[in-house]
């Protein structure tokens, strides 16, 4: 990876029961510098950073999208660990956390119940809660992200936009129809496919919420999306997932479709 371009490493590209792969959570990197974007839900995330050579005394942002556990467990396991760099002057600067009000209120919570409490008393000194407001921009990796409340049916979720590089990305729900005209003609579009339409009887993507990989590029298609990463699957076709999601995806969608695997990174243009 070039650390002079902004890259997308992705943590994990499961949904929240995979077993063959890691809940879906990514890193936006440059120069040295990690934005995480959830943790997904074991302390397997710490194997993950390791494997991706990702130091944690390289992320001072993390972004959790939302309270269900896929998302804000391993945020636990970050903060313990950061916390004892901290403890032992090897972490230089504060972790910032964003997330909005309900789940820094949870995550808090679940730390100050399962962690030391010479961890916790960091909170609001180097662990840095910025409670999210809908339309609220940060500067992070010397851009300017806007985080957005996603309009989710079953649980208040954030996603963000990044205009400098034209990406969008709505959480692990389908883009809602609000949020069209905002995200047509993106670069880049991530987006959730919990399955293969042809699947749909199989996973019942639409009972969770969730789309098909034909839904995505279909939508993608109509919005003039330029490159389409497809995350938050299901695991029963690991090995050969690249290549079903492929011909499935490109009979509706013309663009750079891209299904990245664990561990895959993905070079952002621009």
């Given amino acids: 990876m070039s650390d002079n371009k902004l890259c997308i490493t992705m943590l994990g590209t499961g949904h929240a029961t995979v077993t063959k792969c890691y809940n879906t959570c990514f890193v936006l ?7 995480m974007v959830d943790a997904g839900g074991g302390n397997q995330i710490l194997r993950i950073l390791e494997e991706q050579e990702i130091p944690l005394t390289q992320i001072h942002d ?10 804000i467990l391993g945020a636990v396991w970050i903060i313990r660990m950061i916390g004892q760099l901290l403890l032992n002057n090897k972490y230089d600067g504060n972790l910032k956390i964003y997330a909005h009000e309900e789940v820094v209120d949870q995550l808090q919570t679940i730390c100050r119940i399962v962690l030391m409490t010479k961890i916790t008393d960091l909170f609001d000194r180097r662990f840095v809660f910025i409670k ?20 989710s049916t079953k649980l208040l979720q954030y996603g963000f936009k990044i205009k400098e590089n034209s990406l969008f990305f709505c959480g692990d729900e389908p ?8 995200a047509a003609d993106s670069d880049y ?17 639409y009972e969770k919420h969730h789309s098909t990989v034909k839904d ?15 995350m938050h699957t299901e695991d029963s076709h690991i090995a050969d997932r690249k290549k079903l999601y492929a011909d499935e995806g490109q009979k509706f969608y013309s663009g750079n479709l891209v299904i990245p695997g664990d561990g895959e990174s993905i070079m952002i243009e621009k």
């Fill in 29 to 35: 990197r440059e120069n040295n510098q990690c934005f």
């Fill in 62 to 71: 993390l972004f959790v999208t939302h309270a269900h556990s896929d998302h």
């Fill in 132 to 151: 999210l407001h809908n339309g609220d921009s940060h500067h992070i990796l010397n851009r300017e992200i806007t985080f957005f409340d996603i309009k």
């Fill in 175 to 182: 883009l809602n129809k609000e949020f069209y005209d905002d």
């Fill in 189 to 205: 579009l991530l987006h959730e496919a919990f399955c293969l339409y042809s699947e749909r009887e199989k996973f019942k993507p």
């Fill in 216 to 230: 995505v590029c279909s939508m993608a298609e109509d919005l003039h999306i330029k490159n389409l990463l497809l």
